[in-house]
T-cell receptor, first 114, second 112 residues
Framework: GAGVSQSPSNKVTEKGKDVELRCDPISGHTALYWYRQSLGQGLEFLIYFQGNSAPDKSGLPSDRFSAERTGGSVSTLTIQRTQQEDSAVYLC????????????FGPGTRLTVL | GENVEQHPSTLSVQEGDSAVIKCTYSDSASNYFPWYKQELGKGPQLIIDIRSNVGEKKDQRIAVTLNKTAKHFSLHITETQPEDSAVYFCAALPLLGYIPTFGRGTSLIVHP
């Protein structure tokens, strides 16, 4: 079976542009997470979805960041007016349901803001 | 909230040696402790996990130990091989929680 997929794998953009990052979780997984990983750093939690709703958006660093999930499946992370400090690898993970279950990570999207 | 400290940040060993990575956590309500391995250019992958009702778990060359009293848990890799070279992350999650708190990672380098 397919794992978690993310697209694009790499994205280079200019400061001030908007970007959309996509995550396709494993079919049937109700929980979906977005993380940010800066070079040589750990995993910074951004947002958690249970189904289509996001009960926890506490990790979003600013109002330039937003995410949605439709049909309990695909999720899109949008960054508006990108800044150089947004450059990082954005990882998506899904799990069968919330908490205490293995998270399956995608390969990530490497975002570079020039 | 939960705070997870992970040490060392870098670990260099010779092939065949053992490697130990340690994590401490602050929230006594945490009861699920996964370990992830992240190879270059890939997402993290679960390699072993432990719940607070057990003190040790083994899977071939890897093992995890948990000391609830001291609030620390460790990853042990025996007979290391070059393909074990990667970044390893520990994490902690409380019983009713849904967002794991990750350590900052350990870069393990196994020299042939």
């Amino acid at each position: 079976g397919a794992g978690v997929s993310q697209s694009p794998s790499n994205k280079v953009t200019e400061k001030g542009k908007d970007v959309e990052l996509r995550c396709d979780p494993i079919s049937g997984h109700t929980a979906l997470y977005w993380y940010r990983q800066s070079l040589g750093q750990g995993l910074e939690f951004l947002i958690y979805f249970q189904g289509n709703s996001a009960p926890d958006k506490s990790g979003l660093p600013s109002d330039r960041f937003s995410a949605e999930r439709t049909g309990g499946s695909v999720s899109t992370l949008t960054i508006q007016r990108t800044q150089q400090e947004d450059s990082a690898v954005y990882l998506c993970a899904s799990s069968l349901n919330r908490g205490g279950n293995e998270q399956f990570f995608g390969p990530g999207t490497r975002l570079t803001v020039l | 909230g939960e705070n997870v400290e992970q040490h060392p940040s870098t670990l260099s060993v010779q092939e065949g040696d053992s490697a130990v990575i340690k994590c401490t956590y602050s929230d006594s309500a945490s009861n699920y402790f996964p370990w992830y391995k992240q190879e270059l250019g890939k997402g993290p992958q679960l390699i072993i996990d432990i719940r607070s009702n057990v003190g040790e778990k083994k899977d071939q060359r890897i093992a995890v130990t948990l000391n609830k009293t001291a609030k620390h848990f460790s990853l042990h890799i025996t007979e290391t091989q070059p393909e074990d070279s990667a970044v390893y992350f520990c994490a902690a999650l409380p019983l009713l929680g849904y967002i794991p708190t990750f350590g900052r990672g350990t870069s393990l380098i196994v020299h042939p």
